[in-house]
């Protein structure tokens, strides 16, 4: 600390007169006997001087200056150099929250470029009160807390030349600013070795904030090599230092690195918090492998940790993208229960859930929900709702949504308008969907590929391929390149007009340009020669599509059969799903586990597609075949297999065999999908297994967990009971289109096996 300097305060007690003496001293009284705001009758007499003699009047009295601060902060008379004052007081007595909000005041309201005022200020304040150099390391963290990073580093640098000492929290603080503004995390290296070359050596804190900088840069070996760093130079992690690599690994989609991580804490000594699982569990759910969550929330509720919103909306959303909306439901439900009010987040998640189901109602419930419960809808919401009706051409209604939207503040963003492009093209309505586009332009909006491309699919669909190579041409022109999907629409639409050498010329040009066709793009050009009846040269692109790596889908096959039937080749039909299988026309890098692996709630693809090929043409035999050779190659089914092939059997007629498949899906921990549920309800019922039927309806009601599905489960029970059946079905397939049924996943009663 500098040496005391008695002209500096003698110059200061001299500006205090004694008319400014005697004021402070009234002032003092009237504070000790009343509340501060019997002040106001002196407001018009008090002084900067008078302010700042009161101030060392009291500065040994915590509950005066506190009086005190609260009534001068709203008077002009209480000046930056009274402010600085009164810092050194506040600091002294550790009042750091209520010393932390006035220099922010200070920073905000005080013209002062460079910070060297507010300095000077304290610096000429800073004897007559007994401060400590604590005092600049408040004022620096205040600065820096509000991104004023250069202000606070000249504090530390004017601190420093006139012989104050700031702390490793000064710096420590600019650090924090320099990361959480994005700054090049080379500008924090460089302020830490100025930090270091001063003799103040770094904290655990300094570490954990380099570490996520260089983790935000996506530079997760650098914050590993820190890691190292700060355990050779004696500074011990702790569980934030952990948390940023696990959440860094997770990001990176490291996840297994970040099992071990967590693992490695306990080595240590020590113990993950609720932080760390959460991580975890995110970054499971973000590469789809929401079984093993599980585990982990067994292990993190074994250490005595309770799941808070973070975990349920994570779970909530993972469930959601995977497609399982029943679990997303129930767990909705058990958020509710468990006292957690559900937030915007968590209904966005099921909001954008049941719109991806096509089930609107159930989405407009949790929209109005969200109104009761006093949460306000964000753009994102919206533009889900927006999206859900637009998808199912229900434009009003999408219109409806815009407007709630608009009003409540938010604008529409080129994702929204997008949304409602892609209904007018939906329902054929491509000049509308035009007009929209040139909306977008006029509010200050650039439409991107997507919305150029929605519009030539429209035009595609329509058969109007002379406007939808117009709208290329005219994307080309405003710099935005045709992707995939792009070409995709137009071959598709070439192919469907019988243009199949203009089709495939697109496609070269396509490859040329170094896009890489999808399935789409395959799939429309084999349905093309396939309508040409050269069914050679499909199959040839059939096996080019797979040797690239391309999973052909239920489309793809259906398309292949269909051509072969047609030109009544119907064995060569059968025979090449067979091959395809049997003969190894799919490569052998691509395995069963990778085919299952593909396989969503949403679109069947690979196996799954060969199975329903099957179902689709009766060829139950060839399925089971399919069945049988999975689990002899050691690969098990999933709920996706399981679901296809009991439809089948069920459509089929083979009900004992359908229900022997239910019984090994259900011991396999796997709920049915409702479709399956209800399919074999029915069989069962026709065929006239009760004690089969029974076992499958208690199973069912038992999977049926949500609150709102009690209703229905009492009137399925009686109408069961006294043998009414169609009211049953009428029941369950309610029951299905409100999301109350099963979807698929894993099954709650797995363990009593049936």
Not at 363 to 380: I, S, T
Not at 487 to 502: A, D, F, H
Request: aromatic share 8%; glycine share 6%; with cysteine.
């Amino acid at each position: 600390m500098p040496p005391l300097n008695p002209q500096i305060y003698r110059s200061f007690s001299s500006l205090a007169s004694a008319a400014d003496a005697q004021l402070a001293g009234k002032a003092v009284t009237i504070l000790k006997n009343h509340p501060f705001r019997h002040l106001d009758s002196l407001s018009s007499q008090f002084t900067p001087e008078a302010a700042s003699c009161l101030l060392l009047k009291t500065q040994n009295d915590k509950k005066l200056t506190l009086k005190f601060l609260n009534w001068a902060k709203r008077h002009p008379f209480f000046t930056p150099h009274c402010q600085c004052l009164t810092l050194h007081i506040l600091t002294k007595f550790k009042l750091y929250k209520s010393a932390q909000t006035l220099t922010q005041d200070l920073a905000v309201t005080t013209s002062d470029d460079t910070g060297s005022f507010i300095f000077q200020c304290l610096k000429e304040t800073y004897h007559l009160c007994n401060s400590s150099s604590s005092v600049f390391d408040l004022v620096v963290k205040s600065y820096a807390h509000l991104n004023l990073v250069d202000k606070a580093s000249n504090i530390v640098y004017l601190a420093k030349f006139h012989g104050f000492m700031p702390g490793v929290l000064s710096y420590n603080a600019i650090l924090d600013a320099l990361v959480r503004c994005r700054k090049p995390v080379r500008l924090a290296v460089e302020h830490c070795k100025e930090m270091i070359k001063g003799g103040v050596a770094p904290n655990v804190f300094t570490y954990n904030i380099l570490i996520r900088g260089f983790c935000v840069e996506g530079n997760l070996e650098m914050g590993l090599l820190l890691f190292g760093e700060m355990e050779r130079n004696g500074c011990l992690p702790n569980v934030v230092t952990y948390n940023t690599l696990l959440d860094a690994y997770c990001k990176s989609k490291k996840i297994d690195d970040a099992y071990n991580l967590l693992r490695s804490m306990a080595l240590k000594g020590l113990e993950p918090n609720l932080i760390s699982y959460n991580v975890i569990v995110n970054g499971l759910c973000r590469e789809g492998r929401l079984r093993e969550t599980c585990e982990v929330l067994v292990e993190m509720c074994g250490k005595g940790f309770v799941p808070d919103k973070v975990t349920y909306n994570t779970l909530i959303n993972g469930h959601c993208r995977e497609g399982n909306f029943h679990q997303a439901l129930v767990l909705h439900e058990e958020m509710v229960k468990n006292g957690l009010s559900p937030n915007v987040v968590t209904y966005t998640s099921l909001i954008n859930s049941m719109c991806r189901a096509r089930n609107m109602n159930r989405a407009m419930e949790f929209f109005n929900q969200m109104h009761v419960r006093k949460l306000l809808p964000n753009e994102r919401t919206y533009t889900t709702l927006i999206d859900g009706f637009s998808q199912q051409g229900l434009l009003n209604e999408a219109f409806h949504v815009l407007n709630e939207m608009t009003n409540n503040g938010f604008l529409p963003s080129v994702v929204t308008y997008n949304a409602l492009i892609n209904g007018y093209c939906i329902l054929g309505r491509v000049e509308e969907a035009l007009r929209l586009l040139k909306e977008m332009v006029e509010n200050g909006l650039a439409p991107d590929i997507v919305s150029y491309s929605t519009i030539i699919s429209g035009f595609c669909k329509n058969r109007d391929l002379e406007r939808a190579f117009q709208m290329k041409q005219e994307m080309a022109e405003k710099g935005i390149s045709p992707d995939t999907i792009t070409y995709s629409s137009l071959i598709n639409g070439l192919s469907e007009l019988g243009r199949l050498r203009e089709a495939c010329d697109l496609f070269q040009e396509m490859v040329d340009l170094g896009l890489r066709p999808d399935e789409f793009s395959y799939t429309s050009l084999i349905n093309g020669y396939c309508r040409e009846g050269d069914i050679n040269e499909a199959l040839d692109l059939h096996n080019e599509m797979v040797q690239k790596g391309f999973l052909p889908d239920v489309v793809t096959y259906s398309v292949l059969i269909n051509g072969l039937n047609k030109l009544a080749r119907t064995r060569e039909a059968k025979r090449l799903l067979l091959k395809l299988f049997y003969e190894g026309s799919v490569p052998n890098d691509v395995t069963y586990n990778t085919l299952i692996e593909n396989c969503s709630n949403i679109e069947f693809k690979s196996m799954v597609g060969l199975l329903k090929g099957f179902c689709m043409k009766g060829l139950m035999n060839e399925a089971d075949q399919v069945l049988e050779s999975m689990l002899h190659k050691n690969n098990k089914p999933d709920e996706s297999v399981y679901n296809v092939i009991i439809h089948g059997h069920c459509r089929g007629g083979d009900v004992r065999k359908a229900y022997d498949l239910y019984r090994e899906m259900v011991n396999s921990g796997f709920i049915p999908h409702t479709v399956t549920v209800i399919a074999l309800v029915r069989a069962l019922f026709m065929d006239g297994k009760n004690d089969e039927l029974n076992q499958v309806i208690k199973n069912t009601l038992r999977s049926s967990r949500l609150t709102d599905a009690e209703l229905a489960k009492v009137l399925v029970e009686i109408n069961h009971k006294e043998g009414n059946m169609d009211a049953v079905f009428n029941v369950l397939i309610e029951m299905a289109k409100d999301g109350l049924l099963p979807n698929g996943g894993s099954t709650t009663y797995a363990g009593n096996k049936i």
